[in-house]
């Protein structure tokens, strides 16, 4: 009997191993896949532009880290480098249900929590999703200490001009932002919101795959818009100068924000219902009240987003939202590292540069929208 319990104990023990050695990286390789992997060639103008950006990454999520140069998953700092990517908003998934979906969502499962517990990380993450965010805004701090100098996290108009100036000289430097997706990780104090600010977060999607205590999803039960405390979450963001991001909102949240919040707005990775029509993108008239608010949006990589996955089909996007309200509205969101296949990894952005001639941009105008657009946003709207 003693025997038997013994060579239980180490099947079980060595199931564990297994797992835990390679579920993570497992999860996190099927389900940021590309399609071609291969090096992309760099011509001169691509090397020219000086600040190239993305709005929207979830790499933080994963078990990687993020010095080091992987052969699977989307963005890291060496292939940040590689691919003359200056500057990359890190975006903090905190809790997706399970049987994730664009339509329709509760908030009864945490798949994030499984994530979390897969990868070994302390319980409190298990248990609490602002541990958890926060955890995932230190991790980017930790990266920018280690990375003898190479890379570093932006948090104001001053570090953002800094860094502006030393990339100038120096293109081997990558910089990061943080934001959020989802506001749930406040657990339902407004007050929290100073915590994240003094983590550094600059943009807040107020809602992910479910609606929450302060808005509703575009993919969640009801779909309602911006509660009573909702309200109070965008103005106390304004006053701490954190940008709103609509990605994910229901209609009526979209409406709610756009009617009641004067400053601006961005919306961090999506496309446009006259490109590809279904309920997570934007319709025209959305897009022209962005354009008033001097927004900005982020234009997404992936299927849903685009209806292709290629670059044209990205170029495309960007063509419609640049002739709706402005060339210099529009940028990349490409979602990289969110749980998503994509056509290429960063190192694959030169090929959206040459989608983009195709549909006639000119150079100064590809300059912006690969970058310039996201840097000024960031220089008009961060604190000082
Ligand atoms: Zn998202």
Known sequence: MKKLIKIASAIVLLIAIIFFSFAPQYLDKSMNKVVLRETFPKNSFYNSISFIADLHCDALLWDRNFLNQHDYGHVDLPRMLQANLAFQVFTIVSKTPRGINIEKNDDHTDQVALLNFAQLKAPANWFSIKTRALNQ???????????????????????????????????????????????????????????????????????????????????????????EKGKQLIKKMTDLHI???????????????????????????????????????????????????????????????????????????????????????????????????????????????????????TKSEIEQIMGGNIRDFFLRNLPD
């Open 243 to 361: 940008t709103i991001d609509l990605a994910h909102a229901s209609q009526k949240t979209i409406s709610d924000v756009l009617r009641l919040h004067n400053g601006p707005v961005l919306v961090s990775h999506t496309r446009v219902k006259g490109v590809c029509d279904n309920n997570r993108n934007l319709t025209d008239e959305q897009l022209i009240a962005i354009g008033k608010h001097n927004g900005l949006v982020g234009i997404g990589l992936w299927e849903t987003a685009v209806c292709g996955t290629d670059a044209a089909a990205t170029a495309k996007s960007i063509r419609y939202v640049a002739d709706k309200i402005g060339v210099d509205k529009v940028g990349l969101g490409s979602d990289f590292d969110g749980a998503i296949g994509t056509h290429f990894d960063v190192t694959g952005l030169p090929l959206i540069v040459t989608a983009l001639q195709k549909e006639g941009f």
């Open 137 to 227: 805004c230190n991790d980017l701090h930790d990266f920018a200490q280690n990375s003898n100098g190479k890379f570093r996290v932006i948090t104001n108009k001053k570090e953002l001009q800094q860094y502006i100036d030393d990339r100038q000289k120096n293109h081997n430097l990558a910089a990061g932002m943080l934001g959020i997706e989802g506001a749930h990780c406040l657990e339902t104090e407004l007050n929290n919101l100073d915590e994240f600010s003094k983590a550094g977060v600059r943009y807040i999607g107020l809602t992910h795959f479910f609606d929450n205590e302060w808005a509703g999803s575009a993919h969640g039960m009801k779909k309602e818009g911006l509660t």
